[in-house]
Each structure stands twice: as C-alpha cells, then as structure tokens.
C-alpha cells in the first residue's frame, strides 16, 4: 500500500516542451505539497493546498501550475520547460487539523530537461 | 522568519561508531522540529519530531535528538550506526502558526566505512 505515489519516476524531455507530474496519496490527509531537490540536495518547498485550496505559493515561475482535484490529489503543470528546472520533484502529505504536521513523502519524479 | 544551519555537509564514520549530525535554527517565535533521512533515490522519510514535552525524542531505527532551546540546537545522535545508515538526513523547522511551511536545512550526507 503506497502511502504517497507519483507518476512518472523518471521524466526526460526537451526544452520547451510541456509536462505533467501527478501525486496521490491515500492516507486521507487534508494538505498536499509540491518540493523541488536541486542537484545539491536542498529541498524547497513550491505549493502547498490544504483541502484543495493554495495555501503557500513560494516565488514559483509561473510557468508552473498545481491543479488539486480533489484532496487526494495534487498535479503539477510544467509549461516551456527550461533546463533549470531539470531536479527531483517530490509531492507530500499532511494532515494539518489533527496538529500531527509531519509530512509524508512521495518516492520524487527525477525530471531532465534537454 | 525561521531558518535552519545544517553545520555539516558531510559526516563520515566507521561502522558500529558513535555519530551526531549537527542542527541549529533560528525563529523569533516557537517551532516545532524534525529529523528526516533520504536513502538513496528514495523520499524523505521522518526519523523523529519535537513537538513539545521532553526535549529528548527518541526516533526510529535507534536515532535520537534532544531539544536545547537555549542553544537553539535539535543535533540528531545514534550510539552506534550500521551501513545501513547510509543517507542523507535533514534538519526541518516550522512554527506553531496554522499553514506553516516547513524549513528544511541543506542536509548532511552521512557516509559508514566498514
């Protein structure tokens, strides 16, 4: 039973090109987030939606979008891809109202833009 | 605003050895705080958390952290690590206030020699 899952696990594509990373988790959770790992492995957080609404919208090109259809899912729209934005992407999970705040991780999408 | 000082990118010990990897933060107001490990092309998963109570948290597989507000400090311990300890573990700091992002450090890569 995977707690937090996304897809795909790996993404390669070119620059300019347009893509999607979907996250689900089953855990019931209340608020979903969006984090980029560099090369470097510093972790920083994108988006975050709690029962479907954004809550946290870091300085993001807005070149991105997170759509949230529904509180188990999160997805993550990338338009004109660049090579910067070539890094692991990992979705993850809370649940807020209960004051738990600890966060579940998804495995990432490695994206590499060429 | 909060941040979080990971002193040490990278921390190398023998097997069986003794470790601690270092953590400090700094908040103008209450946090909470979290110990998670990154094994290889995985997700953050959490080690332990302070949230209140005992300054000293005990974690899974046999870490622990103890919560020195005076020092500002929450340094993760294991009287004895294996190869299997192998990660990338980081510091994570968010405040007591409702939709609080958390604040990870930039990580520190513990390597065990046999």
């Known amino acids: 039973d995977t707690a937090v899952s996304q897809t795909p696990k790996y993404l390669v594509t070119q620059m300019g090109n347009d893509k999607s990373i979907k996250c689900e988790q089953n855990?019931?959770?209340?608020?979903m987030y969006w984090y980029k790992q560099d090369s470097k492995k510093f972790l920083k957080i994108m988006f975050s939606y709690n029962n479907k609404e954004l809550i946290i919208n870091e300085t993001v090109p807005n070149r991105f979008s997170p759509k949230s259809p529904d509180k188990a899912h999160l997805n993550l729209h990338i338009n004109s891809l660049e090579l910067g934005d070539s890094a692991v992407y990992f979705c993850?999970?809370?649940?807020?109202?209960?004051?738990?705040?600890?966060?579940?991780f998804g495995p990432g999408t490695r994206l590499t833009v060429t | 605003a909060q941040s979080v000082t990971q002193l040490d990118s990278q921390v190398p010990v023998f097997e069986e050895a003794p470790v601690e990897l270092r953590c400090n933060y700094s908040s103008s107001v209450s946090v909470y705080l979290f110990w998670y490990v990154q094994y290889p092309n995985q997700g953050l998963q959490l080690l332990l958390k302070y949230l209140s109570g005992s300054t000293l948290v005990k974690g899974i597989n046999g870490f622990e952290a103890e919560f020195n507000k005076s020092q500002t400090s929450f340094h993760l311990r294991k009287p004895s690590v294996h190869i299997s300890d192998t990660a990338e573990y980081f510091c994570a700091v968010r405040t007591y206030s409702s939709a609080s992002k958390i604040i990870f450090g930039s990580g520190t890569r513990l390597s065990i020699r046999p």
């Open positions: 855990l019931g959770h209340d608020t």
């Open positions: 993850a999970s809370s649940q807020e109202s209960s004051g738990v705040y600890e966060q579940y």
